[in-house]
């Protein structure tokens, strides 16, 4: 079973930076594709961004495309997610996810249920 934690939440000022990090539990995380996501006030989970075990192949959602960046430290056993530019609408429960689908495309890397082993989110907040 495979336990996540994410951190480095907060709240900070439209066009501040943010760096979140998930650790993760579990001796095979080099083998994990990662995901993360994000659910504002009010509103659904939706995908923001990921990557794949040796972090070649990573895809973002157009909303985050150009500011935030993922990256992982196989050795720490941790995904991260740089922020930059931020926006209020950025303000959101942030989550990372293992991904848990066969294959790994378009067809479903951004898709919610192709997901599992949530981590229980920080929030970040993003005053204007």
């Known amino acids: 079973q495979v336990q996540l934690v994410e951190s480095g939440g907060g709240l900070v000022q439209a066009g501040d930076s943010l760096r979140l990090s998930c650790s993760a539990s579990?001796?095979?995380?080099?083998?994990?594709?990662m995901g993360w996501f994000r659910q504002p006030p009010g509103k659904e989970r939706e995908f923001v961004g990921t990557?794949?075990?040796?972090?070649?192949?990573?895809y973002y959602a157009d909303s985050v495309n150009g500011r935030f960046t993922i990256s992982r430290d196989n050795t720490k056993k941790a995904v991260y997610l740089q922020m930059n530019k931020l926006k209020p609408e950025d303000t959101a429960v942030y989550y990372c996810?293992?991904?848990?689908?066969?294959?790994?495309?378009?067809?479903?890397?951004?898709?919610?249920?192709?997901?599992?082993?949530w981590g229980q989110g920080t929030q970040v907040t993003v005053s204007s």
């Open positions: 579990g001796r095979t995380f080099i083998t994990f594709y």
């Open positions: 990557m794949n075990w040796n972090s070649r192949n990573t």
């Open positions: 996810a293992v991904f848990n689908s066969q294959g790994y495309d378009d067809s479903n890397r951004s898709r919610q249920d192709s997901y599992a082993s």
